[in-house]
């Protein structure tokens, strides 16, 4: 078994972050990489994001709590699950084929 620091991030994962990094996830680049990967839960710990040595925190709890496009679905202890409402990446479909 490979120990954390041998772990490789695949990089979809990697390039979400730096998508995620410059555009939040409720705004119409963010949501269209979330939705591209099929992500449909986000989840956010108990440090919030800043987990690592010169961690920054992409996003806050607040963010998804103010967005129509995301429900809470757990919160404890610091810890949110948030569910990405499916007219979320429907949407985006419906804009793309009005488009095309």
Do not use: H, W
Request: positive net charge.
């Amino acid at each position: 078994m490979k120990s954390r620091s041998q772990r490789i991030i695949p990089k979809k994962v990697v390039d979400l972050i730096a998508v995620l990094e410059n555009n939040p996830p409720d705004s119409p680049v963010g949501l269209a990489s979330i939705c591209q990967m099929g992500i449909s839960y986000v989840y956010i710990g108990q440090k919030q994001g800043m987990v690592g040595l010169g961690a920054r925190q992409l996003f806050n709890r607040d963010l998804f709590l103010k967005s129509d496009l995301f429900s809470e679905v757990y919160y404890q202890d610091r810890v949110s699950i948030f569910s990405i409402k499916p007219q979320a990446c429907q949407s985006l479909t419906k804009s793309d084929d009005a488009q095309n």
